[in-house]
Every structure is written in C-alpha cells, then in structure tokens.
C-alpha cells in the first residue's frame, strides 16, 4: 500500500521568503503528483501536478520529482500571508479514469505579515 | 458559486443511528469520490464511481454505502454509527485521470 510522508509538519515564515516542502512516497509505480492547499473548513483544491522526473513552474509555485529517490517538493516564491494554509502531498494510482490519490499527512504553513 | 454542494455542513448523530450525506456536482464530470478526513489521519480514499458504476472500494465496513441516483449525484449512506465515524467527509470529482475538486465537506459528529 502507497505510503506518503511529509515534512516539516509546520513551518513559519515571514512574508516574502521562499517556502521549501518536502514530500517521500513509497511505490515507484505511482503516477503523478499532486500538491493540493486546504484552508481551514474548506476542501483541498488542486495546485500543481507533475508526473516526469525534473519540475515544472506554474506562476509562483515549482515542483520536482525524482522517482529515483521517491521524492517530490514544492517550493513557493515570495510567500504571501494568504498562503498560510495545510499543504497536502497526493500520490495518484490513476487507472482506467479512477483517480485514486493517497495523501501525507500535510504541512502546516504560516506566512507572518 | 460551489460547483460541488455537499449537505448538510454539520450533522450530529447518535451511535447506532443512520444517516445520508447529500453529495451534487455541476461540473459535468463522470467520475465521483468519497474522501474521508479524521482528526489523526490524512485523507483517505473510501470510494470512486464512473459513470455511475462502482470503481473501487476501499472501507472495510459494509456499514459504508454509498448510493448513485444520477450522473451527478453521489450520495453516502452510513448506518449503525459509531463515535470513530466521527470526521469530516469529502465528496470530490474529476474528469478521467485529471485533477480532482473537492466539496466543503459535511462534517460528521458521532455522540
């Protein structure tokens, strides 16, 4: 069974600073990678996906994966206090149009005006 | 404008009652989901359905049912409740092998 791992658990930065998260997955036969943002009482809305070893940069989020090591972060530039929200890592084991995703456990993250 | 609606917000029930949680989306997709988020766990996959048509399963209760009246409707049914059913409980959907939009939730309290 696909497990995944996260960390830090929480992080506090201030405004303006770059954001490093980290993710670790246990099958390398997982598909893509999902990085989903929960703010509090709300559902988890999708940000970046990525399925191919290197990164990709969307606006002023970048992810990399290497599958090698089993590893995923995404790194957000120029934090802003509405950032401040539960990252998630989503591992998906799509199949026939099922889009099963596995999730860590989520970093908390606090951007300080 | 919530494209997906899930009802209610909040439910408070009694073990070993039953109740239905309402699951809608206005998205046009074919694929629906049931997620679940305790307070000491990440959010697990419970069900998907295509189509209208079970996909994959992955409660081990029977206790769980969740029940497809219309394309867009993916209700969940969970009798016999225990105070461990006590979670938040997210209805999301998808086009096949994109990303997944999740509802607000409907958030599960078990006395």
């Known amino acids: 069974q696909e497990k995944v791992q996260q960390s830090p658990e929480s992080l506090i930065v201030p405004e303006g600073a770059m954001v490093s998260l980290n993710c670790s997955f246990s099958?390398?036969?997982?598909?893509s990678i999902w990085w989903y943002q929960q703010h509090p009482g709300k559902g988890p809305k999708a940000l970046i996906s990525i399925f191919s070893n290197g990164n990709k940069k969307e606006g002023r989020l970048t992810v990399y994966l290497n599958r090698a090591s089993l590893h995923v972060s995404l790194h957000i530039k120029d934090s802003q206090p509405s950032d401040s929200a539960v990252y998630l890592c989503?591992?998906?084991?799509?199949?026939?149009?099922?889009?099963?995703?596995?999730f860590g456990q989520g970093t908390v993250l606090s951007v300080i005006p | 404008d919530p494209k997906i609606i899930q009802k209610p917000k909040y439910l408070v029930a009694v073990t070993g009652s039953e109740k239905i949680l309402i699951c809608e989306q206005y998205?046009?997709?074919?694929?629906m989901y049931w997620y679940r988020q305790s307070a000491k766990k990440p959010l697990e996959f419970m069900f998907s359905?295509?189509?209208?048509?079970?996909?994959d399963n992955q409660t081990a209760s029977s206790r769980f049912q969740p029940q497809s009246s219309k394309k867009n409707h993916l209700d969940l049914q969970i009798t016999a409740l225990k105070p461990d059913d006590s979670a938040t409980y997210f209805c999301?959907?998808?086009?096949?092998?994109?990303?997944?939009?999740f509802g607000h939730g409907t958030k599960l309290s078990v006395l």
């Open positions: 998205l046009g997709h074919n694929a």
């Open positions: 099958d390398s036969a997982s598909q």
């Open positions: 359905y295509s189509y209208q048509k079970l996909m």
């Open positions: 989503a591992v998906s084991m799509a199949t026939g149009g099922n889009n099963k995703l596995t």
């Open positions: 999301a959907s998808s086009h096949p092998n994109e990303r997944l939009f």
